[in-house]
C-alpha cells in the first residue's frame, strides 16, 4: 500500500479539483491519501465520495497555519472517523473571509509600493481560502516574472507582508485535539531556524512529517526525532499543481508511507486499512 497524508486542492492554494486530485492518485498507484487544505475543509465530503467511485481511501483533514517566534508552523490535522469536527467547520468558514480581506491588503500594497499589476477580482476567484501562493500565482501572471522573481514580493520580509494568521503553535495544537483531530507537524525541514524545531516538538504533536519532497528535507534526521520523542512517522507530498513546477512540493504519491508505517495513525483515527 501507498499513503500520503499531504495534498491540496483548489480548496485551497492548489490548482487541481477533486477529481483531479484523485486521478492524479490512481495514476500514480496512491491507496490512500488525505486531502489537507490550507485552513480549509470545504472540499473533504466532495471528495472522499469521489474516492470511492475510484476505489482509493480518501482521508479527511486540514492544514493549520500557525507560527512560532517569528516561524510559519504548519500542523496537519487528520480527522478521527473521517468526519469533520464543527470546530474545524466553523474556524474554515471564519478564516476564509479573513485571509480574503489579508489578501486585498496585502496584494493593494504590493501595487501601492511596488508599483506591480495586480488581479484582485482574479485573485478573488481563485480560490475559496487565499494564501500567499494564489497571491504569487497573481503577481508572477500579471507582471510577466517567473514565481522566483515575484516570490520576494510575498515573503516575510516584503514591505508588503501581512500575517495571515495570530495563532500560535501550541494554542493552535490545543485546538486541534479539542476538536479531535490527530496532529502532524507538517515539513519541519521548511523551519529557517532548525533550532527551533524540538521546541516545537514540546507542544505535544502525535506525529511528524519525516518524508517530504524537499531537498532541504533531512529524513534520517527527523527519523530520529520521532524515536526520541516517541512520535509517529508521516509522509507527504505536499501535491499542489501535478507536476510540480518547485521544489518544496511534489505530485501526490512522491512520499509515502507504506501499511505497516501508517497503520499505528490509523488506529488514532479509528479506521480501517
Known amino acids: ?13 492548489g490548482i487541481l479539483s477533486e477529481e483531479e486530485l484523485v486521478k492524479r492518485a490512481k495514476l500514480n498507484h496512491v491507496d490512500i491519501f488525505a486531502l489537507t487544505d490550507h485552513d480549509s475543509v470545504f472540499g473533504d465530503d466532495k471528495i472522499v465520495e469521489i474516492g470511492k467511485k475510484y476505489g482509493i481511501k480518501v482521508i479527511k483533514g486540514l492544514e493549520l497555519s500557525t507560527y512560532y517566534k517569528g516561524e510559519s508552523v504548519h500542523i496537519i490535522c487528520l480527522f478521527k472517523d473521517n468526519i469533520i469536527p464543527k470546530a474545524m467547520l466553523d474556524f474554515s468558514i471564519e478564516i476564509k473571509e479573513k485571509r480574503k480581506n489579508r489578501a486585498i491588503l496585502m496584494m493593494q500594497k504590493i501595487h501601492d509600493i511596488y508599483g506591480l499589476n495586480i488581479d484582485l477580482d482574479g485573485l478573488l476567484k481563485s480560490s475559496e ?8 500565482n497573481n503577481i508572477a501572471k500579471c ?19 501581512i500575517p495571515s494568521t495570530k495563532l500560535s503553535t501550541e494554542d493552535g495544537i490545543k485546538f486541534a485535539k479539542e476538536a479531535g483531530c490527530v496532529v ?4 519541519p525541514c521548511l523551519i529557517n531556524h532548525q533550532e ?9 504533536f502525535d506525529g511528524i512529517e519525516v518524508r517530504y519532497p524537499s531537498v532541504r528535507n533531512d529524513e534520517a534526521k527527523f527519523m530520529a526525532l520521532a524515536k526520541k520523542w516517541n512520535l509517529l512517522i508521516s509522509a507527504g507530498s505536499d501535491c499542489h499543481r501535478g507536476d510540480e513546477p518547485d521544489g518544496d512540493h511534489a505530485d501526490i504519491g ?15 483515527l479509528n479506521l480501517k486499512i
Request: glycine fraction near 2%; charged fraction near 20%; aromatic fraction near 12%.
Open 129 to 136: 481560502v487565499i494564501t500567499r501562493a494564489n497571491m504569487l
Open 143 to 161: 507582471n510577466y516574472l517567473s514565481r522566483d522573481e515575484a516570490s520576494q514580493y510575498i515573503s516575510s520580509s516584503s514591505k508588503a507582508y
Open 1 to 13: 500500500m501507498r499513503i500520503d497524508l499531504h495534498n491540496h486542492t483548489f480548496h485551497s492554494d
Open 184 to 187: 502532524i507537524f507538517a515539513h
Open 254 to 268: 512522491t512520499c509515502t508511507l507504506d501499511e505497516n508505517e501508517f497503520e499505528p495513525i490509523a488506529k488514532l
Open 196 to 204: 527551533y524545531v524540538e521546541e516545537i516538538l514540546q507542544f505535544g
